[in-house]
């Protein structure tokens, strides 16, 4: 008989091997929880923000607290729910008192992050806020390159402002909105 692994089994594997791995021990150890993806294992967009916040480290899921209310708000404007989607962050526990991730820290999970995309395969990857876009698609600025799909080692990239810092920025958060608009076409035409 043969027996085919499931895109979520293969996630739940690399979800076990983090922790074996003891990736970022330290902040492991500060946080309540791993905070490793959430959505559809076989979604054609992976959506890449962060790192976990308050309230995402508490319920274990990504995007839980007011940026996430805010993304899925702008995902249900472009006829999505996050049931579509496959959520992400680069770094996948809590940095204490929500200080940015560390270069070593991001560094540390990338492994990871790259087999999730290994996995899911995904059409377009959407990195939200500077420090996935970073890591993934080095070198470009985001106040230069948000909104325009970015082809890059064999992958499409969409990199967009992250919906924490658009929330409170009127001018940012119609951007974002704008942006995102965008995506169906894109998603179209990949
Ligand atoms: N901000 C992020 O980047 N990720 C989350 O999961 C929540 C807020």
């Not at 492991?28 to 916040?53: H, K, R």
């Not at 087999?115 to 600025?141: A, C, F, N, W, Y």
Request: glycine residues 8%.
């Amino acid at each position: 008989m043969i027996r085919r692994t499931t895109n979520q089994q293969e996630l739940d594997k690399i979800q076990e091997q983090i922790v074996e791995d003891k990736v970022c021990l330290e902040l492991a150890q500060q946080s309540t929880q791993l905070v490793f993806g959430d959505g559809s294992p076989d979604a054609d967009m992976v959506f890449i923000g962060e790192a976990p916040g308050k309230n995402e480290d508490i319920q274990g899921k990504p995007f839980v607290g007011a940026a996430g209310k805010f993304l899925n708000e702008m995902l249900e404007m472009i006829g999505l729910k996050r049931e579509d989607i496959y959520i992400t962050n680069i770094v996948k526990y809590r940095p204490p008192n929500n200080r940015d991730p560390l270069p070593e820290e991001k560094a540390a999970f990338l492994p990871y992050l790259r087999q999730q995309l290994e996995i899911i395969k995904p059409k377009l990857i959407v990195t939200l806020g500077r420090h996935s876009m970073d890591v993934l698609l080095p070198g470009l600025k985001i106040s230069q390159v948000h909104g325009q799909p970015k082809r890059y080692q064999g992958r499409v990239y969409l990199p967009l402002f992250h919906p924490a810092a658009a929330l409170y920025n009127g001018g940012m958060r119609q951007t974002l909105i704008d942006d995102f608009a965008l995506i169906p076409q894109i998603l179209k035409t990949t």
